[in-house]
């Protein structure tokens, strides 16, 4: 089993839908956890760390469900703008820190 | 403030040729991490280092060698070429604790 896996998509969508990604990790003492952002033929750039209680940043919701061991993203009212490669990080071990294992991505498509 | 800086944007090589890729950073992050990144396969960690003559091995370090000689710069080196090295590459550094990797832009080299 990879140690993050990630459902490649594309997911496609119209301009102000909602869409979730899950994200499923293997290891059960991970700590901390991220989503990144990635434009075609670009650097990945943080989206949002994944805290326990969840967290939101206007249009987007982090989730993490430990006992089932996965991380959801959440996109309301999505913009074409959003039209992107998103990627769920995880420690690579146990108090790894820094050091950062990437699924293989969702690849969102958001259409007028 | 530069962030990341990494030379070349792109690179051609012949197989068996040998090359570095220069990493730089001007934020004083002592971990620093080399990545591929290959269609479908998402980022692999290549070598990382958590300070200045520190390096270890990620999940896929063969053909490439590494070193850390100051806090700014985290060169990989390419010693044979081959057309399996043929990737995207990214620089990474984050601060000590853990925390959001920044990214370079990314060096594109094809191996013929």
């Known amino acids: 089993r990879k140690e993050v896996e990630q459902d490649p998509g594309p997911f496609n969508v119209p301009e102000g839908a909602t869409v979730a990604f899950n994200c499923t990790y293997s290891?059960?003492?991970?700590?901390?956890f991220f989503w990144y952002r990635q434009d075609c033929r670009k650097e990945p750039k943080l989206l949002m760390s994944v805290y326990s209680s969840g967290n939101e940043d206007g249009r987007f919701t982090a989730q993490l469900n430990r006992a089932s061991q996965y991380i959801s993203l959440l996109i309301r009212d999505s913009k074409l703008s959003d039209s992107a490669t998103y990627l769920c990080v995880v420690p690579l071990a146990p108090n790894a820190g820094n050091m950062l294992t990437f699924g293989g991505g969702t690849r969102l498509m958001v259409k007028p | 403030n530069a962030g990341v800086t990494q030379t070349p944007k792109f690179q051609v090589l012949k197989t068996g040729q040998s090359m570095t890729l220069q990493c730089a950073q001007d934020?004083?992050?002592?971990?620093m991490s080399w990545y591929r990144q290959d269609p479908g396969m998402g980022l692999r960690l290549i070598h990382y280092s958590v300070g200045a003559g520190i390096t270890d091995q990620g999940e896929v370090p063969n053909g490439y060698n590494v070193s850390r000689s100051t806090t700014e710069d985290f060169p990989l080196r390419l010693l044979s070429a081959a057309p399996s090295q043929t990737s995207v590459y990214f620089c990474?550094?984050?601060?000590?604790?853990?925390?959001?990797?920044?990214f370079g832009n990314g060096t594109r080299l094809t191996v013929t």
């Open positions: 290891n059960s003492a991970s700590q901390s």
């Open positions: 934020m004083n992050h002592e971990y």
């Open positions: 990474a550094s984050s601060p000590p604790g853990g925390g959001p990797l920044h």
